[in-house]
């Protein structure tokens, strides 16, 4: 039932104009070409890292957990990795697959509420998880959803994690201003280590990166991390 409740919640928000992310995140960018392939020129990429796959000629796959209304999963795309983007929200993935077809760009969505990943073990080189996703469940969900992610995935994890912020964000669910805030729970280098620790990932990279507004004293943290089995 709570799933259902926060499925319904997300919907509306998205429904309502919320949450929308029209371009690509630097820190995944700068993920994809130090570890994934590096872009070279326009169109022209030079992988790096290598499939396990047997066949050289397989394009690399990744996952989007929590993909929203697809902007990250379609850069994947754009990089020549055949990509899937799940999401709670069915909004959400009707939005993703619309801009799919506005941006000319593949890319395999679903929507799913399941606590179980609908894929087989190992299904994909890489997975990324986007906008705090982990942070807008309870911690001891957060650490089993990171361990389905570890099930699916081969080698590495993006992750962007949300820390201290003075003014978490909210949605508006509909025209009378009725709001929804999705934070569960903020990430520290403490909960972080825990979270991981629990998993076959080892953290490889962490990020901590801060935001301060003089003129409104608004500050917020933010935690970029790679993940590695």
């Known amino acids: 039932m709570e799933n259902r409740n926060t499925e319904n919640l997300w919907d509306k928000a998205f429904e309502n104009g919320e949450n929308f992310v029209f371009y690509p995140y630097n820190s995944l960018v700068q993920f994809l070409n130090r570890y994934i392939s590096k872009q070279t020129s326009f169109g022209k990429f030079q992988v790096i890292y ?11 796959r990744a996952l989007d957990f ?5 902007r990250q999963t379609l850069l994947l795309s754009e990089f020549g990795i055949e990509s899937y983007g799940i999401d709670i929200s069915g909004s ?5 697959k619309d801009l799919s077809e506005q941006l000319n760009l593949k890319a395999n969505f679903q929507n799913s509420s399941s ?4 894929f087989s073990d190992e299904f994909f080189d890489f997975t990324i998880s986007c906008g705090a996703v982990l942070n807008c469940m309870p911690q001891s969900l957060a650490k089993h959803f990171l361990n389905q992610i570890a099930r699916v995935t081969k080698k590495y994890c ?8 003075a003014t978490p964000p909210h949605y508006n669910l ?8 999705p934070i569960s729970y903020f990430s520290t280098l403490e909960n972080i280590y825990d979270l991981v620790s629990q998993t076959p990932f080892k953290i490889i990279f962490l990020q901590e990166s801060k935001e301060t507004n003089h003129i409104n004293n608004h500050c ?9 089995k």
């Open 50 to 60: 290598q499939s396990k796959s047997p066949c050289n000629s397989t394009p690399l």
């Open 66 to 70: 929590g993909c929203g209304t697809g």
């Open 92 to 96: 959400a993935i009707a939005l993703a």
């Open 115 to 118: 606590e179980i990943l609908p």
């Open 158 to 165: 993006f992750l962007m994690l949300l820390g201290k912020t």
């Open 174 to 181: 509909n025209q009378d201003s009725l709001q929804f805030s």
């Open 220 to 228: 917020a943290t933010y935690w970029n991390l790679i993940l590695e």
